[in-house]
């Protein structure tokens, strides 16, 4: 599966985003759909994750309350909502694929796309 993610920006604090990530190659059902970030200087961190029929979610505790992740097979693309954003939120995101479960380490991710810039000003 390929991946192309898009929706990146620059916004003002407490603005919005939304991500996209297209999967071609493969159903996108056939996968578990992550997105991860990766600031300036630091590891690429978990943000979210949902499985394949989009029934359950999991979001890293600084982003609960303010981010969404969905999806779309028909579409085969998985979003990241982002609202109230904030500088912190600053990085490269990366939507990622694998088949086997909903996991918050990267190395057990198998497809990534290319990143998109977020940039979050105060």
């Known amino acids: 599966v390929q991946l192309q993610a898009s929706g990146g920006g620059l916004v003002q604090a407490g603005g919005s985003l939304r991500l996209s990530c297209a999967a071609s190659?493969?159903?996108?059902?056939?996968?578990?759909m992550g997105w991860f970030r990766q600031a300036p200087g630091k590891e690429r961190e978990f943000v979210a994750t949902?499985?394949?029929?989009?029934?359950?979610?999991a979001l890293v505790d600084s982003v609960k309350g303010r981010f969404a992740i969905s999806r779309d097979n028909a579409r085969n693309t998985v979003y990241l909502q982002m609202n109230s954003l904030k500088p912190e939120d600053t990085a490269v995101y990366y939507c990622?694929?694998?088949?086997?479960?909903?996991?918050?380490?990267?190395?057990?991710?198998?497809?990534w796309g290319q990143g998109t810039q977020v940039t979050v000003s105060s």
């Open positions: 190659g493969r159903p996108l059902s056939e996968y578990v």
């Open positions: 949902i499985n394949w029929r989009g029934e359950s979610t």
């Open positions: 990622a694929a694998n088949r086997r479960g909903m996991y918050r380490f990267k190395d057990w991710y198998d497809y």
